[in-house]
């Protein structure tokens, strides 16, 4: 998680573990129904157990707080519609989202041009969605993410030569691995791609990483050698 105004300054730290946490509820949901957010799912999500006057007066303090940032820094408006949902205007042009981007990139209708998977393999390359944040209410967007994301960049991979493009290859499978670790194509041909580029060094701690996040996963030892891997086609 992190948020850079149209400055280039860092304001992460302006928000506080609520302000971040409201941030992202009443953003990803603006993205999923176009709608919001009512009150009652953030009090739900947020303030569950507390009691009802303390949770009002929480969320208020905090919509307010955020408010305030959203307007400042965002150029833009922390709005509650009429259909009693708080909404992030996610669509204005002030604001650059990778997840946005992302879904924008997803969607479309057409073939995706290299030029759209190559920008999703730069996201996608720096990590999984808010890997470091662990909401119950984020997995579902972050499973859809990586869902998509991963049977895009495995199609892709199937594409690539390793003679030809070995550095490629390697932030391909890297981008895969971020999604879907247990991907042994993109393991493989990560190895492979190192091997070729002469850091055999640097393949067998990817090959023995896998072997033990495999062993870790399915409580049984990963079939093939390091061996079998590097002589693999």
Same mark, same amino acid.
């Given at each position: 998680?992190?948020?850079?105004?149209?400055?280039?300054?860092?304001?992460?730290?302006?928000?506080?573990?609520?302000?971040?946490?409201?941030?992202? @509820?009443?953003?990803?949901?603006?993205?999923?129904?176009?709608?919001?957010?009512?009150?009652? !799912?953030?009090?739900?999500?947020?303030?569950?157990?507390? =009691?009802?006057?303390?949770?009002?007066?929480?969320?208020?303090?905090?919509?307010? !707080?955020?408010?305030?940032?959203?307007?400042?820094?965002?150029?833009?408006?922390?709005?509650?519609?009429?259909?009693?949902?708080?909404?992030?205007?996610? !669509?204005?042009?002030?604001? @650059?989202?990778?997840?946005?981007?992302?879904?924008?990139?997803?969607?479309?209708?057409?073939?995706?041009?290299?030029?759209?998977?190559?920008?999703?393999?730069?996201?996608?390359?720096?990590?999984?969605?808010?890997?470091?944040?662990?909401?119950?209410?984020?997995?579902?967007?972050?499973?859809?993410?990586?869902?998509?994301?991963?049977?895009?960049?495995?199609?892709?991979?199937?594409?690539?030569?390793?003679?030809?493009?070995?550095?490629?290859?390697?932030?391909?499978?890297?981008?895969?691995?971020?999604?879907?670790?247990?991907?042994?194509?993109?393991?493989?041909?990560?190895?492979?791609?190192?091997?070729?580029?002469?850091?055999?060094?640097?393949?067998?701690?990817?090959?023995?990483?896998?072997? =033990?996040?495999?062993?870790?996963?399915?409580?049984?030892?990963?079939? !093939?050698?390091?061996?079998?891997?590097?002589?693999?086609?």
């Amino acid at each position: 998680f992190q948020v850079v105004n149209s400055s280039g300054i860092d304001i992460t730290r302006k928000f506080t573990p609520i302000l971040k946490e409201l941030f992202l @509820l009443i953003w990803f949901y603006s993205i999923k129904n176009d709608i919001g957010i009512s009150n009652e !799912k953030i009090i739900e999500i947020l303030w569950h157990g507390f =009691i009802e006057s303390s949770a009002q007066n929480n969320k208020a303090v905090s919509i307010a !707080k955020l408010r305030v940032i959203i307007g400042e820094e965002f150029f833009s408006e922390l709005s509650y519609k009429e259909t009693g949902c708080w909404k992030i205007d996610y !669509k204005n042009s002030h604001i @650059l989202n990778d997840y946005y981007e992302v879904l924008k990139i997803i969607n479309l209708e057409t073939e995706l041009s290299e030029n759209d998977i190559l920008n999703i393999v730069d996201l996608g390359h720096r990590g999984a969605l808010l890997s470091n944040l662990k909401y119950k209410w984020l997995d579902e967007f972050k499973v859809t993410t990586s869902n998509n994301m991963s049977k895009i960049f495995v199609k892709y991979l199937e594409t690539l030569t390793i003679k030809d493009k070995p550095e490629h290859v390697i932030k391909v499978a890297d981008s895969i691995l971020n999604y879907d670790c247990m991907c042994e194509d993109a393991m493989v041909k990560k190895c492979k791609a190192l091997i070729s580029l002469g850091r055999h060094t640097m393949a067998k701690e990817v090959y023995d990483h896998y072997s =033990i996040e495999y062993r870790s996963l399915y409580k049984t030892n990963y079939a !093939k050698s390091f061996t079998d891997i590097a002589n693999l086609g």
